[in-house]
């Protein structure tokens, strides 16, 4: 089959043979590979080829990422001092593990005196993780630094029709911390919601590895500084479209992590509470009808989401009529962990107020001992909870036998839908719209306001200034 060849920046040429993207070496370079490969090439090129490390021959972005590879590696050759700046394992250049990656241990070329090379960014993540473990919380742990974070090194990427993880093609774990070109270029082509918190999370694992003495060379830069991979301000507009995750479409909310929640204090209107939790309690669902009491105790609360599906009535005081939130469920792990914040907080609820009236009446149809059980009786999962809300994707089969995605709408999208509302928030916003608008209705109270704060977690400040939108310098003006 004739080979494409596109135009070339370096003599270190980048053609395709039918599907198979490879780089051929000029001559000059063959003596090289011919150590490396323990024979003679009988003065042909030496062709390395790159569809094992994920490039494609129909992908542009491939031939891109393969000349900047091209250029990288003559750049190495043809320098000087080549033989300290060629990485014969080809980890240097993101493709290590292949069938030369023994041959480093090995190779002495002639006149070379090997510098003991610097860790990669797998040694070096593989001992942040060890300390990270011991120093957040375990679903954080798990979901961002061991899921999250690790996937975008490994290069692994979602495949939602395997439902597998696949390669991209863009890992960086075997790259060297010193090889800031490559790190670079490879960093600068990840695609990633998450990539200024990966970024500085890459930073700090480097200082760490440094702080720690794990890097063979102290003279070695960090390379993951944000400057390089700084990008434009995004707009509103930008920042509420849908996002592609892993080659699917996914609303704002469905990609935003908690944090990112708690800092979206957008609110739902009165009005629109009380349509919300009226459509929950008259569904034509038997299902959703059961969800209805947990979405009027958000509302009413303002508690985050994980900390009311741990609550047992042992935390419920009625003749104190107080809560007590001092837990909250797991996302990942499903196990019952500690608040947010570590901290312990009481919510007190008047004597003739709507949310005693509701936990009295959960109280006497209650056989558990959990606040808000499932039908078995056990802790209610976030997920389902959100899926009831927004709504979920399933396969489904047509008659004539075709295989399609089919959106089922949850309670609050399909209002969306109808028109009832103004607008989709996530179940999460159940807890800024409580505090705004209760914030709102006791603005000129200032011990109300630190009880909004106490019992939800939060501070007066955050209140003034996110909720009410006062400014810290209108409250610090001296009356006289």
Not at 10 to 34: I, M, Q, Y
């Amino acid at each position: 089959m004739r080979a494409d060849k596109r135009p070339q920046t370096c003599d270190v040429s980048v053609t395709a043979d039918g599907n198979s993207l490879r780089l051929g070496f000029p001559k000059r370079h063959t003596p090289l590979w011919e150590q490396l490969k323990g024979k003679s090439l009988k003065g042909k090129p030496n062709y390395l080829y790159l569809t094992k490390y994920g490039f494609s021959a129909d992908n542009p972005e491939d031939w891109k990422r393969a000349t900047q590879l091209a250029i990288a590696m003559e750049a190495d050759l043809d320098h000087p001092e080549w033989e300290k700046l060629f990485d014969p394992t080809l980890a240097k250049y993101g493709l290590g593990g292949g069938k030369y990656s023994k041959l480093a241990d090995v190779l002495q070329l002639p006149g070379t005196v090997q510098a003991n090379p610097e860790i990669t960014v797998r040694e070096m993540w593989e001992a942040y993780l060890e300390w990270k473990k011991t120093v957040v919380e375990e679903t954080t742990f798990k979901v961002r630094y061991e899921t999250q974070f690790s996937n975008l090194i490994y290069g692994k990427i979602w495949n939602n029709q395997t439902k597998a993880f696949t390669q991209s093609g863009l890992s960086i774990d075997l790259i060297r911390l010193d090889d800031k070109q490559n790190l670079i270029l490879v960093l600068s082509r990840i695609k990633s919601s998450k990539k200024t918190y990966f970024l500085s999370e890459l930073s700090q694992a480097f200082e760490f590895s440094k702080s720690k003495g794990i890097l063979v060379n102290p003279t070695t830069e960090n390379p993951f500084t944000l400057d390089k991979f700084s990008t434009p301000a995004v707009t509103t507009q930008q920042k509420y479209a849908p996002k592609i995750v892993n080659g699917e479409e996914k609303e704002w909310h469905e990609v935003l992590d908690e944090k990112d929640l708690e800092n979206d204090r957008r609110a739902f209107t009165k009005e629109e509470c009380k349509i919300i939790i009226k459509a929950f309690y008259e569904s034509n669902s038997k299902a959703v009808i059961l969800y209805a009491p947990l979405i009027e105790f958000y509302f009413l609360t303002g508690c985050r989401t994980s900390e009311a599906l741990p609550l047992t009535w042992k935390d419920i005081d009625f003749e104190r009529n107080l809560i007590r939130f001092s837990k909250s469920l797991g996302s990942s792990t499903k196990k019952v962990k500690e608040t947010k914040t570590g901290e312990v907080r009481l919510f007190y609820f008047s004597e003739n107020s709507r949310l005693r009236e509701l936990l009295l009446k959960l109280k006497s149809e209650s056989s558990s001992e959990l606040v808000f059980p499932n039908k078995k009786g056990k802790h209610r999962l976030q997920s389902s909870v959100a899926q009831t809300w927004r709504g979920y994707k399933q396969k489904r089969i047509l008659k004539d036998g075709t295989e399609t995605d089919y959106w089922y709408f949850g309670v609050v999208a399909r209002l969306v839908e109808e028109g009832k509302i103004s607008g989709y928030l996530s179940l999460y916003h159940t807890r800024h719209t409580y505090i705004t608008l209760t914030a709102q209705a006791n603005s000129h109270n200032n011990n109300a306001l630190l009880h909004i704060a106490t019992s939800c977690g939060n501070s007066v400040d955050v209140i003034l200034r996110h909720y009410l939108g006062v400014s810290e310098e209108t409250r610090i003006v001296e009356a006289f």
